[in-house]
T-cell receptor, first 115, second 110 residues
Framework: EPEVTQTPSHQVTQMGQEVILRCVPI?????FYWYRQILGQKVEFLVS????????KSEIFDDQFSVERPDGSNFTLKIRSTKLEDSAMYFC?????????????FGDGTRLSIL | QQPVQSPQAVILREGEDAVINCSSS?????VHWYRQKHGEAPVFLMI?????EQKGHEKISASFNEKKQQSSLYLTASQLSYSGTYFC???????????FGKGTLLTVNP
């Protein structure tokens, strides 16, 4: 069964450094998402992306965050100048279309630890 | 506005049943149910659409009461593998962003 893949599985970075989290969505999916889960808390929406542009973003997704689809398969989340509070599990998800009846399939996540 | 899940936690013995509720103060277009095991990604279970339908997935089923803006997840004859945190995610508009509840921790003991 096709799945969303994320790399790396764990990223440790010094505060203030930039990180890039990578995702390969399911190949025939058109909508892509990033979510974040701080340890022990709920999953929080960051951003959705369709047709090479952001379609929705949350208040968490401020100027330090950016997303990109650099080629036909990868979808990246960049965090500039990381802060301690950015430590969390970051999940990429994709859905075939954008309808309310479309399941969003999650990758296994990248655990980001900011020191 | 995030949906409210209840209960926060439930402990079952294998073979027992459980109901997890998810309610919203906003009008909903759909409710998505996921199960997450510790340290893993949320796994999609099912979607309930506006219209009050009920869906099933093995011994796990769910309903959506549009009038009450509430969905319930029913787990019958629970198995050890059902243990995990169950999240409901709601979509309230056309932006397809999932807003998740805080989750219900389900523990099934032998």
């Amino acid at each position: 069964e096709p799945e969303v893949t994320q790399t790396p599985s764990h990223q440790v970075t010094q505060m203030g450094q930039e990180v890039i989290l990578r995702c390969v969505p399911i190949s025939n999916h058109l909508y892509f998402y990033w979510y974040r889960q701080i340890l022990g808390q709920k999953v929080e929406f960051l951003v959705s992306f369709y047709n090479n542009e952001i379609s929705e973003k949350s208040e968490i997704f401020d100027d330090q965050f950016s997303v990109e689809r650099p080629d036909g398969s990868n979808f990246t989340l960049k965090i500039r100048s990381t802060k301690l509070e950015d430590s969390a599990m970051y999940f990429c998800a994709s859905s075939r279309t954008g309808g309310n009846n479309q399941p969003q399939h999650f990758g296994d996540g990248t655990r980001l630890s900011i020191l | 506005q995030q949906p409210v899940q209840s209960p926060q936690a439930v402990i079952l013995r294998e073979g027992e049943d459980a109901v997890i509720n998810c309610s919203s103060s906003k009008a909903l277009y759909s409710v998505h149910w996921y199960r997450q095991k510790h340290g893993e990604a949320p796994v999609f279970l099912m979607i309930l659409l506006k219209g009050g339908e009920q869906k099933g997935h093995e011994k796990i089923s769910a309903s959506f009461n549009e009038k009450k803006q509430q969905s319930s997840l029913y787990l019958t004859a629970s198995q050890l593998s059902y243990s995990g945190t169950y999240f409901c995610g709601t979509i309230g508009g056309s932006n397809y962003k999932l807003t998740f509840g805080k989750g219900t921790l389900l523990t099934v003991n032998p």
